[in-house]
């Protein structure tokens, strides 16, 4: 048997067993592990509350608490934008036309502030 043959044997083994496992954990999360997966899970379990600025923010934007809750749960980080290498961690956050920055800590995360669709408000 050449080589050539073992190896197709080989990698034919092994698909069929990823494929095998596939079939037998349809509900894990392959991707859990991912920093964006891991984040968006920090920001979600965190206690949750909003900064003086921010509560001024979504009354000027028209932001209301259930947009707020449906970005933490179905947002995306944007780490270009983010600052982690400061103390607490601040993420920029996006859905849709809202981006937010949140301060992260290890059991809380803060809303600091706001921004829909590039408008900006008087707030101080």
Known sequence: ??????????????????????????QYDWLEWLPQKQVMQN????DFSFGKDAECQMACLGVNVEQIQLARNEGRVDFDESDVKRSPKLYHLEYGNLDMKIELTDSTAKLVDILSAGKVCPCP
């Open 43 to 46: 920001i979600r379990e965190a």
């Open 1 to 26: 048997m050449t080589f050539s043959q073992r190896l197709t044997r080989y990698l034919l083994g092994v698909g069929i067993g990823l494929i095998a496992v596939y079939l037998m954990f349809p």
